[in-house]
């Protein structure tokens, strides 16, 4: 029963996503919003709107360690999984903005979550300056996207495309009832992805956060999967780029924020020492490990992509490990610590050099 209603959960909240983003996107476009300003916002912040709801949902049920492990756990699991999943189905190339403003943004906003989580706990001024910080941010990109080239508004254009005159969702209340119904079914979804979540971590002996950093930020990133490799397939790897960059940013800003403020009632959101002392430090060094792999050739490589999924495995290997206090665990940790991070940092800076060395030969 548990696997049924964690597979009901999870269907409700890929469901939910997929309607609330068609009608919010067909009603913004049919105000006269371009598919730019869509795209940006409505679209990258609708597919993280399932780690809204469970982690909202996780919070005024009093289960915080779900609600934060959620968010971490989704960040680590959109850049090391998903982008390197994409990668592997196709070279994504690194628009010139994401490296120089949203990748800046989303380890800006990486550190700020660091230093209010230092108290242990996320305070509800802490969640309304996050979201404060969101409202700004999104009313940046609009500001910006009026000065984009045509070329990245026709990108867009052809991921978000407006209803058609006589099409199903042209009409205002076809679009109200996307929305609505999107939503009746991410609440819907998240409560019983929650439930069957923590049936299982009781059932496996490991924490409510062990589970809410894998199996609930894996599930809850199903759309931002869909989207971003669908796109690369597609050929439109900036948006599959964009778009893990964009929900990360969003996740910490809007869904941290808002799960704040739904647990005011305690005073805020607790912050787990564990994610403390280690899975937020993993989630920031995911964050500025993007910087020298985007900036080398502006593109992630197969191989890089590779090693991404790799340290996703490996990460999980570890909280697994860790959480049965298996007798493998110090030989795991040594022999990532001494071989495979230098490794990889190794490799990294001699794939600099070479391409930089590319175009003068």
């Not at 964690?6 to 469901?15: R, T």
């Not at 994401?98 to 108290?119: C, H, K, N, T, Y």
């Not at 490996?314 to 490990?321: N, R």
């Not at 490794?343 to 070479?354: A, R």
């Amino acid at each position: 029963m548990n696997v049924l209603l964690f597979i009901a959960g999870l269907a409700g909240l890929i469901i939910g996503a997929e309607l609330l983003v068609r009608g919010a996107s067909k009603l913004a476009l049919s105000f006269g919003i371009s598919p730019l300003v869509v795209g940006l916002t409505i679209v990258a912040f609708g597919t993280s709107s399932p780690e809204v709801a469970v982690s909202i949902g996780a919070a005024l049920d009093g289960k915080t360690d779900i609600a934060v492990g959620n968010v971490v756990g989704s960040n680590i699991f959109n850049v090391l999984f998903i982008l390197g999943l994409s990668a592997l189905i196709t070279p994504l190339v690194v628009n010139i903005q994401i490296i120089r403003q949203e990748v800046p943004i989303m380890i800006g906003a990486s550190l700020l979550l660091l230093a209010f989580g230092l108290d242990g706990r996320l305070s509800v001024l802490d969640g309304g300056l996050l979201l404060g910080l969101l409202v700004g941010y999104t009313a940046f990109l609009i500001i910006q996207s009026r000065r984009e080239t045509q070329a990245a508004r026709d990108e867009y254009a052809a991921e978000v495309k407006p209803a058609t005159q006589g099409s199903w969702d042209a009409k205002l209340p076809v679009q109200l009832a996307l929305i609505v119904a999107g939503l009746g079914f991410l609440v819907a979804g998240s409560e019983a992805l929650v439930t069957a979540s923590i049936a299982f971590a009781k059932l496996m002996g490991v924490s409510d956060l062990v589970i809410g950093l894998t199996i609930v930020a894996a599930g809850t990133s199903m759309p931002e999967v869909a989207t971003s490799i669908t796109a690369a397939i597609k050929g439109e790897r900036d948006i599959a780029v964009g778009n893990v960059v964009g929900s990360n940013t969003f996740n910490i800003l809007g869904c941290l924020g808002a799960s704040s403020l739904a647990a005011s009632a305690s005073g805020g959101l607790m912050m787990p020492a564990a994610v403390m002392n280690f899975d937020l430090w993993v989630m920031l060094a995911v964050a500025l490990a993007c910087l020298p792999v985007f900036m080398t050739g502006r593109e992630i490589a197969r191989w890089e992509g590779a090693v991404f999924i790799g340290y996703y495995v490996a990460y999980v290997s570890y909280l697994v490990l860790a959480a049965q206090q298996h007798d493998a665990l110090p030989a795991f940790s040594s022999v990532m610590l001494s071989f495979m991070v230098p490794l990889t940092l190794v490799t990294l800076v001699v794939s600099l050099i070479k391409r930089k060395e590319g175009p003068g030969a």
